[in-house]
């Protein structure tokens, strides 16, 4: 917990964010650093012989050449401990309600608040005894830190010995010793609930797993036809307006992870204000409590500097890296990368580097790869199993994914949501394009649908989706000599697209019923569209005819059925089923 802080050099040049210091000492890579007498935050990001390049956190109006530069000691680090769970924190995790109530409106500059709090007590459970072998990642402990989140305390990932003391159950605050370890080389190291981590380096982690099981999110488009796989990444391009936020708070909202981080990234002011209020106001669906409890939000404030924006990737990955650690499903947001990547270029651009495409770094790729890398489902040091799901929003100017970082991250990633503009003017929602959207995950978690489902559901999605590329192919044909020239079982096709389009991938994320499918409600309604496109293709190659298909009562309840039928009683799909088959045997016995 101590940090030794010394001077390490003096302001040369100061330019926005980005400070030259010379006279360095000694000094380390990517160290915390303190700025000026105000002290304000920074990190060391190049580092040459006797002058390095700090990027400040804060505001540096009023710094001057020959400002004392302070090292802190260690690398800029989260803060990892009980406490996190339901907290807003900047791009630097500094708790932002706790720095307004110190500071009313404008965050002061060189306020220094501690992530964690430190006077709180938490209710501490030993899982492990005095004398016993403990190792980095194993659990010490827990602590229930909200009604969804029982917090296990790990050792350390570097640290391993004998326990020469352990406290006894009770009550500790996050500096509270609560163990002694006696290390190989007989150093004692104390341990507390809370350890840290610096941001820019990877939790250790014993191997990558297969990723089988998908992240449900509840939203059809996504679990039907474009799956992640929990440990997975994706990118959602979209220009703006065509649903990213909405998309991503879905995601917080529903998805089966146990730990959601949510990094509201640069984003227009009054997006992340939407979140900063919408949020502590949600519950979660299945617990009944609020949707906080299960949440930490890191929200880019629009007073601090770009620096910040770069970092709070980094922090928001690196705590989800630390209750992965602790056996959970994580999934991170961050919306949006793009203005991530727009920050390493405003930082980049200061520093007078050269310059790559559309002024972005040449390291940009780099960086992104070292991003989306920090997911996966992995075996944690304790043997246990937990993944990071990254789900990336980008936004293309002009919503052109011709552009850098659309390219760039596409490369990265495995699964891709595309958000179309024509669909979101149609106000078809989610605007997810079921033409430009992808998943590479599909092969590796149709088992886990089957076992759920049923095996008629890999057919279901294969049928389905030949049926909407078929449709592009037909639709060209009605551009250039209209519909009537296409035979019914063709233009049968156009139908059930529509049908399917409307009754399945449409999702009103304002209503109550529609927003949010289980697995068992989208494999059934799916399953009856496209039984309705297989016997209505038979009974139109046996005469019947296309109004007579359209015109059937049944039509007008599997239109309606993402409404009227409740996620808790799907008797009613069942219903919808059978009564679609006794019209369409009724319908083929006028014509055999
Ligand atoms: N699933 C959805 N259901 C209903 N409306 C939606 C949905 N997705 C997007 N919208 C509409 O589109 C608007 C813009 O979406 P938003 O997520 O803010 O776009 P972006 O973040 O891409 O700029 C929303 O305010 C909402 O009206
Ligand atoms: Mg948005």
Known sequence: MIMNERIIGQVKRINGPVIEVMGITDAEMFELVWVGREHLIGELIKLDKDSAVIQVYEDTTGIAPYDPVYGAGMQLSVELGPGMVGTIYDGIQRPLETIREISDIYIQRGIS??????????????????????????????????????????????????????????????????????????????????????????????????????????????????????????????????????????????????????????????????????????????????????????????????????????????????????????????????????????????????????????????????????????ETLSSDQGSVTIIGAVSPPGGDFSEPVTQHTKRFIRCFWALDRNLANARHYPAISWLESYSEYLGDIESWWSEQVGQEWLADRTEIMELLHKEVRLQQVVKLVGPDALPDSQRFVLEVCTLFKNAFLQQNAYDKIDTFSTIQKQAKMLHIIVTYSRRGSEAIRKGATLIKLRKMKVYQDIAKMKFTIHNEDLSGLDKIEARLERSMDQLEALHV
């Open 113 to 378: 608040v501690p992530s964690l709090n430190r006077g709180k007590k938490w209710h501490f459970v030993p899982t492990v005894k005095e004398g016993d072998t403990v190792f980095g990642g194993m659990v010490l402990g827990t602590v229930r830190e909200t009604e969804n989140v029982l917090h296990k305390i790990l050792v350390p990932p570097k640290d391993h010995g004998i326990l020469e003391s352990l406290v006894s159950e009770g009550d500790y605050t996050v500096e509270d010793v609560i163990a002694v370890l006696r290390m190989k080389d007989s150093q004692q190291k104390t341990l507390f609930l809370m350890q840290r981590w610096p941001i820019r380096v990877q939790r250790p982690t014993k191997k990558r797993l297969a990723m089988d099981i998908p992240l449900i999110t509840g939203q059809r488009v996504i679990d039907t036809l474009f799956p992640v796989a929990k440990g997975g990444t994706v990118c959602i391009p979209g220009g703006f307006g065509t649903g990213k936020t909405m998309t991503q708070q879905a995601l917080a909202k529903w998805c089966d992870a146990d730990i959601i981080i949510y990094i509201g990234c640069g984003e227009r002011g009054n997006e992340i204000t939407d979140v900063l209020t919408e949020f502590p106001k949600l519950v979660d669906p299945r617990s009944g409590r609020s949707l906080m409890e299960r949440t930490i939000l890191i929200a880019n404030t629009s007073n601090m500097p770009v620096s910040a924006r770069e970092a709070s990737i980094y922090t928001g990955i690196t705590m989800a890296e630390y209750f992965r650690d602790q056996g959970y499903h994580v999934a991170v947001m961050a919306d949006s990368t793009s203005r991530w990547a727009e920050a390493l270029r405003e930082l980049s651009g200061r520093m007078e580097e050269m310059p790559a495409e559309e002024g972005f770094p040449a390291y940009l790729p780099t960086r992104v790869a070292e991003f989306y890398e920090r997911a996966g489902s992995m």
